[in-house]
């Protein structure tokens, strides 16, 4: 049988690992609602530039900008849905890479909690 001072440090790791896999799992959850967003606005995106190459080259095309219609050139406004199409697809990936960084940090606690609770069990 393990001895209170063992225990009474096994108990501490423990506690100090389910904070650790608390915010971790927050984190995760942080994650997921900036990638859900960012993939929304990548489909709008794709959408307003399909909407964009329907239209003739003379159309007038208005961006709103705060309270104000301005009008903008047509090529300007699809080089600037194809830099926003590129910026978020950067960020997507990055957000991607990133929790799967953090879901393997995840995996390792849980693993390591499984085995304090094995050897406190001992």
Do not use: C, F
């Amino acid at each position: 049988m393990a001895s209170p001072t063992i225990v009474r440090e096994l108990q501490r790791d423990l506690e100090n690992k389910a904070n650790d896999l608390s915010k971790l799992q927050k984190d995760i959850s942080k994650n997921h609602q900036i990638r859900k967003k960012y993939t929304i606005q990548l489909g709008e995106s794709g959408l307003v530039l399909k909407e964009l190459d329907l239209l003739n080259e003379d159309t007038n095309v208005y961006k709103l900008i705060g309270p104000m219609l301005v009008k903008q050139d047509m090529a300007e406004a699809k080089a600037n849905v194809k830099k926003r199409i590129e910026y978020i697809s950067t960020e997507l990936t990055m957000l991607l890479e990133l929790w799967m960084l953090v879901w393997l940090r995840n995996y390792s606690l849980h693993s390591i909690s499984d085995l304090l609770i094995l050897g406190a069990a001992n």
